[in-house]
């Protein structure tokens, strides 16, 4: 079931990109919307690589600090798709990945991940063990 609601929305979404981009074409032009195409792609990986930083920075902060780096993961999981969107040719992945690479808007997804998480855990369908390595 979660299968194919996920094929869905990968459907609707190619199908807006397309639709974004046919737009944008007939507005601007070809070479123009090919140069905002690449200019986003290029601004996605530049900004996924300083965030990426900072991001890491902090993780290793808090651990060095005997703390558990948990918004720092959630803000690198966020980090991670933000950039791989920005990378994906398409002006409505550009918004959403842009919005999850800024600090002042990452946090409202980081809220809905970590609520996400949690809802999982506490459901059972979601389980985190410190399991490690067996000795043979």
Do not use: N
Not at 55 to 82: K, N, T, Y
Not at 86 to 112: C, E, K, N, Q, Y
Not at 125 to 131: A, D, N, P, Q, V
């Amino acid at each position: 079931m979660l299968l194919k609601r996920l094929m869905w929305i990968v459907i609707v979404f190619v199908l807006l990109e397309a639709c974004g981009i046919y737009i944008v074409q007939r507005w601007i032009g070809g070479w123009p919307t090919f140069l905002l195409l690449l200019a986003g792609a290029v601004v996605g990986a530049l900004l996924m690589q300083s965030e990426g930083r900072k991001v890491w920075g902090e993780a290793r902060r808090q651990l060095s600090s005997g703390q558990m780096p948990g918004h720092a993961i959630l803000d690198g999981i966020c980090v991670l798709a933000g950039g791989l969107l920005l990378i994906v040719p398409g002006f409505l992945s550009d918004l959403v990945g842009l919005a999850m690479l800024l600090p002042w808007t990452r946090s409202l997804f980081r809220l809905g991940l970590y609520g996400w998480l949690a809802a999982k855990v506490q459901s059972g369908s979601f389980r985190i063990s410190g399991g490690g390595f067996r000795r043979f």
